[in-house]
């Protein structure tokens, strides 16, 4: 997994990487999968109102450039609360960036990881994050 990584700048973006990659494993207890730049564990089925259906990782990070993006299958909004307290960040609709887990609070982070993992292995979610 380490190659997997070793392209990826800035630096501080690689050593977060290593620390999502074994945050997601021990919450999880999955081997990463790789596809497309992202970092996936384990599976989940989504299906939209309008009856499109599929398959996403159930928890799942990628070390971009500008931020690291985390997604989140339940999506931001179920985890509020607990985000005004991550440290600093910004957030799409199913996906939280950050620039450097450093400044962060890494027990938030790995509560708001623990319950979308959670929740979208129990199938409680149609993918909310996406609709």
Known sequence: MDETFADVTPAARRRDAVTLLAMMREITGRDPV????????????YRYASGREGDAPAAAFAPRKAAMS???????????EALAGLG?????????????????????????????????????TANPARE
């Open 70 to 80: 985390i997604y989140l299958a339940d999506g931001i909004d179920a985890h509020a």
């Open 34 to 45: 790789v596809d497309r730049g992202i970092v996936g564990f384990g599976t989940y089925h």
């Open 88 to 124: 600093p960040h910004t957030s799409g609709v199913g996906c939280l960036y950050v620039k450097d887990l450093e400044a962060c609070d890494l027990d938030v982070l790995r509560g708001v990881i623990e319950r979308s993992y959670r929740t979208a292995i129990a199938g409680i």
